[in-house]
């Protein structure tokens, strides 16, 4: 080969790598693959839960479930609906949710809920008693177009004795943005002190929900105690030393951190507390 042609070779693989960077550079500039293929919405759920309760209470489980959509593309208004249809069966078809905006409470095994601007919801829910340990499957289906559908999994535990402590589940949450509703569960584990009575207090989180009825307390046979800052009859531990109750404030609740106390109401009157945060609206996904 002279080296005419030679060259004319270089210079044609020369341009060709040109084209391929031009090309490459204008492919940056669209939504890859993975991008694109992204989920509409998300789901999640409470780690799992272990079953507590005595009596007629035996074997009740909680779970706060929370909706996250993009905004852009399934946002303000938007229908979606829950399904627990699992964890119907293994409690017995006994599930009850409890809807922050407009507070509402459901029977059965699915509720339907209302996207806020940034296309978030939360629900939380009570189940049981009688209820059957494993895992279950919560899914959330888009009402409307895309009608897309999204799942995850929450493990019901059999009951035991766990370590001592006061845990919100969540610990914090995005608010509702146009009810600014929250729901959480709190679990109060004393190890020891079975059947005991402990009285669970937020006077924060009671005043940060400015609007009456400030909060709404479920214990586990969900009678509904409201318009107070504490449990006026305090839950009572079942024989592994646990109880839990949720805690829903249903509308005007600032940003910012609630301290949450459980007292032992008998010896050695041991006092819990822990902290629930409130968080301002704003997209989750």
């Known amino acids: 080969m002279d080296r005419r042609s030679l060259g004319a ?32 919405c998300t789901v999640v759920s409470q780690p799992s839960f272990t079953l507590q309760g005595e009596f007629s209470n035996t074997a009740s489980a909680a779970d706060v479930i929370e909706v996250s959509c993009n905004p852009l593309k399934y946002g303000t208004g938007g229908k979606v609906t829950v399904i627990a249809s699992q964890l119907y069966s293994r409690c017995d078809d006994d599930v009850t949710w409890y809807i922050p905006n ?120 969900r009678t509904e105690v409201d318009d107070t800052s504490e449990v006026t009859e305090a839950i009572e531990l079942d024989n592994d030393g646990n109880g839990f109750i949720v805690a829903v404030g249903d509308s005007s609740c600032e940003p910012g951190a609630s301290l949450i106390e459980a007292d032992l109401e008998t010896k050695p009157f041991t006092t819990l507390t822990t902290d629930f945060t409130v968080v301002a609206p704003e997209p989750r996904v």
């Open 102 to 221: 407009p507070y509402d409470v459901v029977d059965g095994r699915s509720v339907e809920l209302t996207l806020d601007a940034d296309g978030n919801a939360n629900v939380a829910l009570i189940a049981g008693p009688k209820c059957q340990a494993g895992e279950t499957l919560i899914s959330v289906h888009e009402d409307e177009s895309p009608h897309e559908s999204f799942v995850t999994s929450w493990s019901v535990l059999p009951p035991k004795e766990t370590p001592e402590g006061l845990t919100a589940l969540p610990a914090s949450q995005v608010e509702d943005a146009e009810s600014s509703g929250v729901a959480t569960v709190i679990e109060a584990e004393f190890p020891g002190d079975s059947e005991s009575e402990v009285r669970v207090a937020s006077e924060e989180l009671f005043r940060r929900c400015e609007v009456s009825p400030h909060l709404h307390w479920i214990e586990e046979d």
């Open 9 to 40: 070779g270089l210079m044609a693989l020369a341009s060709s790598f040109v084209l391929m960077a031009g090309t490459a550079s204008a492919h940056g500039t669209v939504s890859s693959p993975a991008t694109e293929s992204e989920a509409t």
